[in-house]
């Protein structure tokens, strides 16, 4: 279980000079290469494959794992993403992965490929889609785990080397898990867009099970446990439904699809965070693009977009959430990172939708503030992770010259298999390896990890979790703000923001 970050090991803590909510500016005192956090993004990704690794792969510290994944069903469901530090393949929030993964791509299509990137952003967004196609076994079935967290939780070994059960679990028509199923359908589907281009019948093969992940998610309804305590749906199913909807419409132009948001979009309400469990407020801002292009039956959408901005942004006196000294949002422990990422991927992007539409701010109550103002905020977000603030370290592994040295990965903490084959057992990896108060010997490159605690204090220590396990889902929403910033015309670093 997560705990809050201690202050306690090796804790960075200094001072930055802070601005009160009145000043949302910009200074060009330092710039970020924001071109090498976008490649080493979706690097990180590949230290998170499960299977048969390709010819290709660049993490080469890593080699093949789960290779028997499936077997106790008589399946292949080998390959896929362990979700984090850990050896699981949990469905749910690799779903959301992919999903966010292929935003990114279909938003700033133009940058990643300028930046030389999206080959590699495709070979990741597939990698997910061939593990989801092999899990997708029948119209109302899908398998959503892989491996017994409580077993994999009380070993650590590489992922190489890994004899912990390899169970299974599985949504079907008996068994529902509307959230899963959906979700995995988002992905699919968006999935599709990006992939169409290189492989129109890869594409069409991808429509075809998110079509039906849907029907299924849809008609078989249910609150998804499975995954719990871990990945629990707190907010239950109706977002996952409406988000999948919304990304098929959108994939296929079939108007059903829209019609499906349109007639149930009182299921939802306003939100102030974007996650894996909490679909609400992405949907908001991607309807809002059709509502700002005529979709007139779609304002509420965008009315909800403005609130969970306004919810969000300092000196907004609907605002709702936090924000520690140093300027980073914070929503709850446990992988915080998340949450202000996911937030600054979305008001970013809505910021150039409401551009496009010759919108030129957002009112939160009597307060107006200016779309600079929201992308200031947003973009101090990616600065404060990417090593500006109080502690002056890149929470990104790799990147910058002072960077989390013990990620909380099991991988990255014991010798490559590669130099040292010998198996690395349950009890040893913990003994001498999880314990060791010593840098990890593979660079887990492009990692974010969870961050600092309610006061920006972050402990570099390989046993709380809640500071430095990375996950997946926290570098797919980043790669998008990579790729937005690194070639963004303004200025490049802003001031972080505090709540006095």
Same mark, same amino acid.
């Given at each position: ?34 071109? #090498? ?6 690097? =990180? ?9 390709? *010819? ?9 794992? @789960?290779?028997?994944? +499936? ?8 390959? @896929? ?12 929030? !690799?779903?959301?992965?992919?999903? !966010? ?5 279909? /938003? ?48 650590? /070994? ?15 028509? %008996? %068994?529902?898990? $509307? ?19 290189? *492989? *129109? ?95 007139? %039956?779609?304002? $509420? ?71 600079? #103002? ?24 790799? =990147? ?45 490159? @492009?990692?974010?990890?969870? +961050? ?10 390989? $046993?709380?979790?809640?500071?430095? /396990? ?9 790669? @998008? !703000?990579?790729?937005?910033?690194? =070639? ?13």
């Amino acid at each position: 279980m997560a705990r809050q970050c201690s202050t306690l090991h090796l804790v960075f803590v200094f001072l930055l000079p802070l601005l009160n909510t009145s000043q949302i500016g910009r200074i060009g005192a330092i710039q970020f290469d924001y071109k #090498d956090a976008l490649s080493k993004s979706i690097l =990180f990704l590949q230290a998170q494959r499960s299977g048969k690794l390709p *010819d290709d792969q660049q993490v080469t510290w890593r080699g093949d794992s @789960g290779l028997q994944d +499936g077997n106790l069903a008589n399946v292949d469901l080998t390959g @896929g993403y362990y979700d984090a530090g850990d050896n699981i393949k949990f469905g749910f929030p !690799m779903a959301f992965t992919v999903t !966010m993964l292929s935003w990114s791509a279909i /938003e700033y299509t133009s940058q990643i490929t300028q930046a030389g990137e999206m080959y590699n952003l495709q070979s990741a967004i597939r990698w997910g889609t061939d593990y989801f196609l092999k899990a997708h076994t029948g119209p109302t079935q899908l398998y959503v785990q892989v491996g017994t967290p409580s077993s994999d939780h009380n070993c650590w /070994e590489r992922p190489e080397d890994m004899d912990t059960p390899r169970n299974l679990l599985q949504v079907n028509a %008996s %068994s529902p898990g $509307s959230e899963v199923a959906a979700e995995t359908a988002a992905a699919l589907a968006a999935a599709s867009i990006v992939l169409r281009t290189t *492989d *129109d019948a890869y594409a069409q093969q991808l429509l075809s099970s998110a079509t039906q992940l849907f029907q299924f998610a849809d008609t078989y309804r249910g609150n998804f446990t499975g995954a719990c305590p871990f990945y629990c749906s707190y907010s239950g199913f109706h977002d996952e439904l409406l988000w999948a909807a919304a990304w098929l419409y959108k994939a296929t132009g079939t108007i059903s699809y829209l019609q499906y948001v349109v007639d149930n979009k009182n299921w939802v309400s306003t939100v102030s965070e974007f996650s894996w469990e909490n679909k609400v407020a992405g949907l908001d801002v991607l309807m809002s693009k059709l509502y700002l292009s005529g979709q007139s %039956s779609l304002k $509420s959408f965008k009315s909800n977009a403005d609130s969970f901005i306004c919810a969000n942004l300092p000196g907004s006196p609907s605002r709702t959430t936090s924000t520690t000294p140093g300027g980073l949002l914070y929503v709850r422990i446990g992988s915080n990172t998340q949450y202000a990422i996911n937030m600054a991927f979305l008001a970013g992007l809505y910021t150039e939708y409401l551009e496009s539409a010759n919108i030129n701010q957002v009112m939160c109550g009597t307060e107006s503030f200016t779309l600079n #103002d929201i992308v200031s905020f947003a973009d101090s977000q990616a600065n404060y992770v990417l090593g500006y603030n109080p502690a002056n370290i890149s929470l990104m592994v790799g =990147f910058g010259n002072v960077y989390p040295q013990q990620a909380h990965h099991r991988g990255a903490s014991i010798t490559s298999i590669h130099i040292m084959p010998q198996v690395v057992g349950c009890s040893a990896g913990f003994n001498k390896w999880y314990s060791r108060n010593a840098p990890n010997p593979n660079i887990l490159m @492009g990692a974010i990890v969870g +961050g600092p605690n309610t006061v920006d204090q972050f402990d570099d220590k390989r $046993s709380d979790s809640s500071c430095t /396990e990375p996950t997946t889902y926290v570098n797919a929403p980043f790669v @998008g !703000m990579m790729a937005r910033m690194a =070639f963004s015309k303004s200025l490049s670093l802003t001031e972080p923001v505090t709540t006095d």
